[in-house]
């Protein structure tokens, strides 16, 4: 079965990074589930569950996932697999 996912961003309101990633997904016409993890400790756990730790932004769709990251490392993550690029619709030389 073919799934398609809605990529999930995970945030902390007030987070300047969190800030930038979603300007940044945003510019590129990418839909996201945005959870806060401050207002919810359910998705919280799920972060933490996800990627080890409780920094933010976490980023995950399908099997793909960053955590903990700015745009650049972000872009530079999402380089090494073209096929996850390709679904987000992103175009990282932009």
Same mark, same amino acid.
């Given at each position: ?7 999930? *961003?995970?945030?902390?309101?007030? !987070?300047?990074? !969190?800030? =930038? ?6 510019? /590129? ?8 993890? *401050? ?13 080890? /730790? ?5 980023? =995950?769709? %399908? ?11 972000? *872009?530079? %993550? *999402?380089? =090494?697999?073209? %096929? ?9 030389? %932009?």
């Amino acid at each position: 079965m073919n799934r398609t996912a809605t990529p999930i *961003l995970y945030i902390k309101s007030g !987070c300047p990074w !969190c800030r =930038e990633a979603l300007s940044y997904f945003n510019s /590129q016409g990418v839909d996201l589930d945005v959870r806060d993890v *401050l207002q919810s400790p359910k998705d919280m756990d799920a972060m933490v569950a996800l990627s080890g /730790q409780t920094k933010t932004p976490t980023f =995950e769709f %399908e099997d793909f996932m960053v955590a903990d990251f700015s745009v650049d490392e972000f *872009l530079a %993550e *999402l380089s =090494e697999f073209p %096929e996850v690029q390709h679904q987000l619709g992103i175009n990282a030389n %932009e």
